[in-house]
């Protein structure tokens, strides 16, 4: 009860648990003055318990938190000192594991990993645990000035070094950020290296306030936010208000499948100043990895490069999917690096699907992170943006568009346009030119991916990922986090070329909600007009055949080589001008 003073463990440590047959509210401090490794260990039992008094003893009297099949609240806008936390069950027949942070502070400082989610024992699809970290009106701080490298290959420790909070690792864990805030130096969702069973699954949330990962002091830590680690793990982010910060190097689907999926909010990609190369966004990598970004809504600020396809082995799959009346995805003055053409023969995809809102970058990039290797290996990727829609607003001046460094000029990145359109905002900026063409969409495209039925009891938001004999389709989940359940599929880019097409439903190649789902086509050709805009230049320097009108909204189209217009094509001239000499312009 109030005014009772300090509950304190003694040298040898403290175990305390809830034994009651209802919920037990603490409004005493806890003292935890045990010994290094015997401190005090907080045990809810079987029963809801709220600790509200705080924490006397600071970082030198640390708690152990252990929350299995029970809920643990932490309020009453006191401070608590934590060492180590785990929401997990080693029990698959106990509950849900919950812990609740509620008008409270938390600090966890220290060299440590943090869990929700996460049991040592290998779970199959039939007995993995839930767990679930909701914070709301509260500040979680958990940071670490020091600094390790990366752990050895083939360890045994399938986690990084320092400060991480590590959600979903052989099992489900959830960490919802509903108001105040989280800090930490990593964020870990969905990791395992298990080679049976069903993956890791972490769902990452973020409802209101905002989520930082700050990275660490030194060039050997820079991956601050890391979405879907190692090969079995599959791990996603949901964000649908307030911010979430990564100050380091973000992967998603690098290690192993990462979706982020933004509806709303602003999600910020930035450079920490003491962490050398930080401040890039990664998708897709290493061991078939797959990363998808699916921006409905909101913004999202990447202040150094975009690299899709981080891989030289492994047929990594990666997308950006930008589709909302005002959504910005913002790259600055950088190019998106698509790396189709990896090495050792691999077929990895990248793919940019526009239908609504604005992508602001330099252009689009294909080459290799190895660029000292036999180019004449990198064969058989495919890189595209693929226009229905929206925007691309150029962020540099001097630069070709849809650049391609490979021996094999096949395997570029290339530009398709469909029904919706295309629409460059040159933006003031004078110089830049496409040597690859605008290519209207043929044949058929994927018109609708036709659930039969919602799908129930989805815990991570899954990619959709389509395959056929076409290239270019992207699509989507209508994803409700709270119900877990998927209503539907969205097709941002129909894609072109298509006969016959099949979508899988899935958060990796081994945790599959649903295959085979059959897939609508619809016939390409209508629409299809080019729209240049904003003052400043642009050059085609390839013959385009984009199947619509031309349509000039300010600066100047400049052609830059003969039948650079499609021979069908209607000059709309609403601002603007068209510059070419007598041999370049169209009879």
């Given at each position: 009860?109030?005014?009772l003073?300090?509950?304190?463990?003694a040298e040898?440590?403290l175990?305390?648990?809830?034994?009651?047959?209802g919920g037990?509210?603490?409004?005493?401090?806890?003292?935890?003055?045990?010994?290094?490794?015997k401190?005090?260990?907080?045990l809810?039992?079987?029963?809801?318990?709220?600790?509200a008094?705080?924490?006397?003893?600071?970082?030198?009297?640390?708690?152990?938190l252990?929350v299995?099949?029970?809920t643990?609240?932490?309020t009453g806008?006191k401070?608590?000192?934590?060492?180590?936390l785990?929401?997990?069950?080693n029990d698959?027949t106990?509950?849900e594991?919950?812990?609740?942070v509620?008008g409270?502070?938390?600090?966890?400082?220290?060299?440590?990993?943090l869990?929700?989610?996460?049991?040592?024992?290998?779970?199959?699809a039939?007995?993995?645990v839930?767990?679930r970290?909701?914070?709301?009106?509260?500040?979680?701080c958990?940071?670490?000035?020091?600094?390790?490298?990366f752990?050895?290959r083939?360890s045994?420790v399938?986690?990084y070094a320092d400060?991480a909070?590590?959600?979903?690792?052989?099992?489900?864990g959830?960490?919802?950020?509903?108001?105040?805030?989280v800090?930490?130096?990593?964020l870990?969702a969905g990791?395992?290296?298990?080679?049976?069973?069903d993956?890791?699954?972490?769902?990452?949330?973020?409802?209101g306030g905002?989520?930082?990962?700050?990275g660490?002091?030194?060039?050997n830590?820079q991956?601050?936010t890391?979405?879907?680690?190692?090969s079995?793990?599959?791990?996603s982010v949901?964000?649908?208000?307030?911010?979430?910060?990564?100050l380091?190097?973000?992967n998603?689907?690098v290690?192993?499948?990462g979706?982020?999926?933004?509806?709303?909010?602003?999600?910020l990609?930035r450079?920490?100043?003491?962490?050398q190369?930080?401040?890039y966004l990664?998708?897709g990598?290493s061991?078939?990895?797959s990363g998808?970004?699916?921006?409905?809504g909101g913004?999202?600020?990447v202040?150094?490069?975009?690299?899709?396809?981080y891989?030289y082995?492994?047929d990594?799959?990666?997308q950006?999917?930008v589709?909302g009346?005002?959504?910005?995805?913002?790259?600055?003055?950088k190019r998106?690096?698509?790396?189709?053409n990896?090495?050792?023969?691999?077929?990895s995809r990248a793919?940019?699907?526009?239908?609504?809102?604005?992508?602001r970058c330099?252009g689009?990039y294909?080459?290799?992170?190895?660029p000292t290797k036999?180019?004449s290996?990198?064969?058989?990727g495919?890189g595209?943006?693929?226009?229905?829609?929206?925007t691309l607003?150029?962020?540099?001046s001097?630069?070709?568009?849809f650049k391609c460094d490979?021996?094999n000029?096949?395997y570029?990145?290339?530009?398709?346009v469909?029904?919706?359109?295309?629409t460059?905002?040159?933006?003031?900026?004078?110089?830049?030119f496409?040597?690859?063409?605008?290519?209207?969409?043929?044949?058929?495209?994927?018109a609708?991916?036709d659930?039969a039925?919602?799908?129930e009891?989805?815990?991570?938001?899954?990619?959709v990922?389509?395959?056929?004999?076409?290239?270019g389709?992207?699509?989507?989940?209508?994803?409700d986090?709270?119900a877990?359940?998927?209503?539907?599929?969205?097709?941002v880019?129909p894609?072109?070329g298509?006969?016959s097409?099949?979508?899988?439903?899935?958060?990796?190649?081994?945790?599959?909600v649903?295959?085979?789902?059959?897939?609508t086509?619809g016939q390409?050709?209508?629409g299809?007009?080019?729209?240049?805009?904003g003052?400043?230049?642009?050059?085609?320097?390839?013959?385009n055949?984009?199947?619509?009108?031309?349509i000039?909204e300010g600066g100047t189209?400049?052609l830059g080589v003969?039948?650079?217009?499609?021979?069908t094509t209607t000059?709309v001239?609403?601002g603007?001008?068209?510059?070419a000499?007598?041999?370049?312009?169209p009879?």
């Amino acid at each position: 009860d109030d005014g009772l003073g300090v509950l304190a463990a003694a040298e040898g440590g403290l175990e305390f648990k809830n034994c009651s047959t209802g919920g037990l509210t603490v409004n005493a401090a806890l003292d935890a003055s045990g010994a290094e490794g015997k401190r005090t260990t907080v045990l809810p039992g079987g029963n809801e318990t709220t600790l509200a008094g705080g924490t006397t003893g600071g970082e030198a009297k640390a708690l152990d938190l252990a929350v299995a099949g029970s809920t643990l609240k932490l309020t009453g806008g006191k401070t608590f000192d934590i060492a180590s936390l785990n929401v997990l069950s080693n029990d698959a027949t106990l509950a849900e594991s919950t812990l609740v942070v509620d008008g409270a502070n938390v600090r966890a400082s220290g060299t440590n990993e943090l869990y929700v989610g996460y049991t040592r024992a290998f779970k199959t699809a039939s007995d993995r645990v839930f767990a679930r970290m909701v914070v709301t009106n509260a500040l979680w701080c958990h940071t670490s000035v020091t600094n390790k490298s990366f752990p050895q290959r083939g360890s045994g420790v399938d986690y990084y070094a320092d400060s991480a909070l590590c959600v979903g690792g052989r099992s489900v864990g959830v960490l919802e950020v509903r108001d105040g805030g989280v800090i930490t130096n990593r964020l870990i969702a969905g990791g395992s290296f298990q080679t049976y069973g069903d993956p890791a699954l972490g769902l990452v949330r973020v409802v209101g306030g905002e989520l930082a990962t700050l990275g660490a002091n030194g060039d050997n830590y820079q991956d601050s936010t890391v979405i879907g680690w190692r090969s079995y793990g599959a791990g996603s982010v949901c964000l649908e208000r307030g911010r979430f910060v990564s100050l380091g190097t973000a992967n998603v689907g690098v290690y192993g499948h990462g979706t982020f999926h933004q509806t709303g909010g602003t999600a910020l990609f930035r450079c920490n100043v003491n962490t050398q190369g930080s401040g890039y966004l990664r998708l897709g990598g290493s061991n078939t990895g797959s990363g998808f970004y699916s921006l409905l809504g909101g913004t999202a600020i990447v202040s150094n490069q975009i690299g899709m396809a981080y891989t030289y082995s492994g047929d990594a799959t990666c997308q950006i999917a930008v589709d909302g009346e005002d959504a910005l995805f913002d790259n600055v003055n950088k190019r998106v690096l698509m790396n189709p053409n990896v090495y050792n023969g691999s077929k990895s995809r990248a793919t940019v699907g526009l239908r609504r809102g604005t992508f602001r970058c330099a252009g689009f990039y294909a080459n290799s992170q190895y660029p000292t290797k036999d180019r004449s290996v990198w064969t058989n990727g495919i890189g595209a943006v693929v226009f229905n829609g929206g925007t691309l607003r150029l962020g540099d001046s001097g630069k070709d568009v849809f650049k391609c460094d490979c021996v094999n000029d096949a395997y570029g990145v290339d530009a398709y346009v469909c029904e919706g359109g295309a629409t460059v905002d040159t933006d003031g900026k004078t110089g830049n030119f496409s040597t690859r063409p605008f290519a209207g969409a043929t044949g058929s495209g994927v018109a609708s991916v036709d659930l039969a039925e919602p799908l129930e009891n989805v815990l991570s938001v899954p990619q959709v990922i389509i395959t056929g004999d076409g290239t270019g389709a992207v699509a989507v989940v209508e994803y409700d986090a709270d119900a877990k359940r998927v209503s539907g599929v969205r097709i941002v880019t129909p894609g072109s070329g298509y006969t016959s097409a099949t979508a899988k439903i899935c958060h990796s190649q081994n945790s599959v909600v649903k295959s085979g789902v059959p897939c609508t086509l619809g016939q390409n050709g209508a629409g299809q007009d080019f729209t240049k805009k904003g003052e400043g230049d642009f050059t085609f320097m390839a013959e385009n055949t984009y199947g619509g009108k031309t349509i000039l909204e300010g600066g100047t189209l400049v052609l830059g080589v003969p039948n650079a217009l499609p021979a069908t094509t209607t000059i709309v001239p609403r601002g603007g001008v068209i510059e070419a000499t007598a041999d370049n312009f169209p009879a």
